[in-house]
C-alpha cells in the first residue's frame, strides 16, 4: 500500500543551527501537509502545498514541493528552542471518489540551547 | 471553544473492559476521523466519516473497534474487550472537504489517553 516516509527520525541541533527534514511518497500526491506536535501535545497544521514545485516560507519555516509530487522538504533557518517538537508530513491517499490521509513516522527535533 | 473537543482526556481501565470516546468536530466540518498514535510514532489512521458515512476502517482495526457517527455530528469510538496493546493516545480530527485537489487541512483534538492496565 502507500506509504509516507520521513528522514531523519531524530535530530539534535544547537539553537541556531538549520535543520532540514525530508518527505518522501511511494506514489504521487494530490497534495502534502505539516503538521507539528509539540512533547504532550497533539499534532497541530502548519500549511499545505498543492503545486509541483511549490515553495511556501512562514518566517524562518521554508517549505517545499518537489516536481513529481511525491516528495517535499521542510527547512528551518535558525533554530530556536520553540521549534523542538515532531513535524509529521501528511498526504492524501487516492482510492475511488474519497481519500484519507495518513502520516509519515515524523522527525523529532532537539534543540540545545 | 470551536475546536475538536475529546472526552474523556484521560482513562484508565481494566483489561477485558470496554472504553467509548466521544468526539466533537468543528462545526462545519463534515470529514471525521479518528487515528491512534503511540509513543515515537506517527498518527495511524483507524477510521473516518464523510457526514455520517463510514467511509474505511483500517485493516489493522480488530473486531473489538466500533466508530459511530449517527447524525453526522459528534462521533463515539468504542474498544470491547481492552488489551494491553490498545494503550495509546486516541486522536479525533475533522476537516471540510470539497475534493482531493482542494486539498484536506485536519484539525486534530487534543486526544483521549487511554491505559489499559
Known amino acids: 500500500g502507500q506509504q509516507v516516509m520521513q528522514i531523519p527520525q531524530y535530530q539534535h541541533v544547537q539553537e541556531g543551527e538549520d535543520f532540514t527534514t525530508y518527505c518522501n511518497s511511494s506514489t504521487t500526491l494530490s497534495n502534502i501537509q505539516w503538521y507539528k506536535q509539540r512533547p504532550g501535545g497533539h499534532p497541530v497544521f502548519l500549511i499545505q502545498l498543492v503545486k509541483s514545485g511549490e515553495v511556501k516560507k512562514q518566517k524562518r519555516l521554508t517549505f517545499q514541493f518537489g516536481e513529481a509530487k511525491k516528495n517535499s522538504s521542510l527547512h528551518i533557518t535558525a533554530t530556536q528552542t520553540t521549534d523542538v517538537g515532531t513535524y509529521f508530513c501528511a498526504g492524501p491517499v487516492v482510492k475511488t471518489s474519497y481519500d484519507k490521509v495518513i502520516f509519515g513516522p515524523g522527525t523529532s527535533l532537539s534543540v540545545i540551547p | 471553544d470551536t475546536g475538536v473537543s475529546q472526552n474523556p482526556r484521560h482513562k484508565i481501565t481494566k483489561r477485558g473492559q470496554n472504553v467509548t470516546f466521544r468526539c466533537d468536530p468543528i462545526s462545519e466540518h463534515n470529514r471525521l476521523y479518528w487515528y491512534r498514535q503511540t509513543l515515537g510514532q506517527g498518527p495511524e489512521f483507524l477510521t473516518y466519516f464523510q457526514n455520517e458515512a463510514q467511509l474505511e476502517k483500517s485493516r489493522l482495526l480488530s473486531d473489538r473497534f466500533s466508530a459511530e457517527r449517527p447524525k453526522g455530528s459528534f462521533s463515539t469510538l468504542e474498544i470491547q474487550r481492552t488489551e494491553q496493546g490498545d494503550s495509546a493516545m486516541y486522536l479525533c480530527?475533522?476537516?471540510?472537504?470539497?475534493?482531493?485537489?482542494?486539498?484536506?487541512?485536519?484539525?486534530f483534538g487534543e486526544g483521549s489517553w487511554l491505559t489499559v492496565v
Open positions: 480530527a475533522s476537516s471540510l472537504f470539497y475534493s482531493p485537489n482542494s486539498g484536506n487541512t485536519i484539525y
